[in-house]
């Protein structure tokens, strides 16, 4: 039990946050690819641009505690992707399809803000300052997505898929 440590949670759950951050890159595409509102396509491949940079930041993460950047599977996020592909084959062409998408979206989005807040935290209480600064700046764009996909979907998405009901 001595090496469990905070230390050695964070850098676990640093591999687990790589991996689905690495893992949604490729999900964002396909969403993009999905999604029938020209609006929730420019959101998703924002977002795919912007998760490009969160994995270069975790990379620096790794490289301030001294670690290779390794991904651990994550099986929230896993879960979570195979939710927004079921969406994707079963409501094909529905009104509520981008509805579903979307709310796919958020969870991850909600998943991702729990994890970076979580991550900053401890970096806090290990005193890596510079892993709480690169942490905070992910936490604040999974903040703001999260906000512009609620924005996106009271304005546009859900009504849209009501409507056409």
């Not at 905070?6 to 969403?31: G, I, Q, S, W």
């Not at 651990?72 to 529905?94: L, N, P, R, W």
């Not at 700046?137 to 898929?161: F, G, H, P, R």
Request: aromatic share 6%.
């Amino acid at each position: 039990m001595a090496d469990k440590t905070l230390e050695t949670l964070f850098h676990e759950t640093l591999k687990d946050v790589y991996y689905a951050e690495k893992k949604l890159t490729t999900n964002l595409r396909k969403m993009a690819r999905a999604a029938q509102s020209p609006d929730l396509k420019a959101a998703f491949e924002a977002h795919e641009e912007e998760t490009q940079t969160q994995v270069e930041r975790l990379t620096q993460v790794f490289e301030l505690i001294g670690k290779r950047p390794r991904a651990k599977t994550c099986d929230a996020i896993e879960g979570i992707i195979s939710e927004a592909q079921e969406i994707m084959e079963e409501f094909k062409g529905s009104p509520a399809h981008d509805a579903g998408l979307l709310a796919a979206a958020q969870a991850v989005e909600h998943y991702e803000i729990v994890r970076y807040g979580t991550l900053k935290a401890w970096a806090t209480q290990l005193g890596l300052d510079e892993a709480v600064t690169l942490l905070d700046a992910t936490l604040q764009e999974e903040t703001a997505a999260d906000e512009k996909l609620s924005a996106l979907a009271e304005s546009v998405v859900n009504a849209a898929a009501e409507k056409a009901a």
